[in-house]
């Protein structure tokens, strides 16, 4: 579907968020964090580029795929569970400290949520980032007062692509499937809002893995938030 078919009647009603790769460049600050795990376990950097490709599908998964310096990880002892379970926690320690230093917004972010604000648009943030990282790096980018509600991926039981956090935020936003309509970059995303029956936008400069953005089954699929407008 086109743009213009997506909102030839109006405005959604709820716009949800996807936060690193959609709205924020977060991935400086996430190399770095993991870059320091790494040093600390002895292990070489992975560096910026690998890290990129590794985003999306939380902390957990993304410490994973770095101590195995690839996407498609697996665990194969008990052994590799505890190395995972410290690893995670010098990781988490170090992005705390570095959580918004290095990141940006993408070109076409705060004009597209300013102009939804004008429409009388509820937004709110849907993301795979643990909890405790998400509001920091809102205020960070000085976007916070934007959205009425976030979603981590560790604020319900279950994550995306499982539809339930973009159902929870939509019903607490007042929007129905036909009124609300989610913003990701990668198959995590429009694969949450398919199982939802919601419309989604993707954005093709994010930090998807696999398939080309384009291919995924989104509604739209723009380069920059900018062209919503």
Not at 53 to 62: D, E, H, R, S
Not at 98 to 126: F, K, P, T, W
């Amino acid at each position: 579907m086109s743009l213009a078919g997506l909102f030839s009647q109006r405005w959604p009603g709820v716009a949800l968020f996807d936060l690193d790769g959609t709205l924020v460049d977060s991935a400086p600050d996430l190399a770095a964090a993991i870059d320091s795990m790494l040093e600390h376990l002895g292990r070489r950097k992975a560096g910026i580029d690998n890290v990129r490709q590794w985003v999306g599908n939380g902390a957990g998964v993304l410490v994973r795929r770095s101590l195995a310096g690839r996407a498609d990880w697996e665990p194969a002892s008990e052994k590799d569970d505890a190395l995972f379970n410290d690893a995670l926690a010098i990781f988490y320690h170090a992005y705390e400290n570095l959580n918004g230093q290095h990141s940006v917004l993408y070109d076409g972010v705060e004009e597209c949520l300013a102009r939804l604000a004008d429409y009388g648009c509820r937004m709110g943030i849907v993301t795979n980032k643990p909890e405790q990282f998400v509001a920091p790096l809102l205020e960070q980018m000085g976007i916070e007062h934007w959205f009425d509600l976030s979603i981590g991926g560790d604020t319900l039981p279950v994550r995306k692509p499982d539809p339930q956090p973009l159902i929870h935020a939509m019903t607490e936003l007042g929007g129905t499937r036909g009124t609300t309509v989610m913003v990701g970059d990668s198959v995590t995303d429009i694969s949450a809002a398919l199982a939802a029956g919601i419309p989604s936008v993707a954005v093709r400069y994010g930090y998807n893995y696999g398939a080309p953005v384009d291919s995924l089954g989104a509604d739209a699929v723009v380069d920059s938030l900018a062209q919503l407008l």
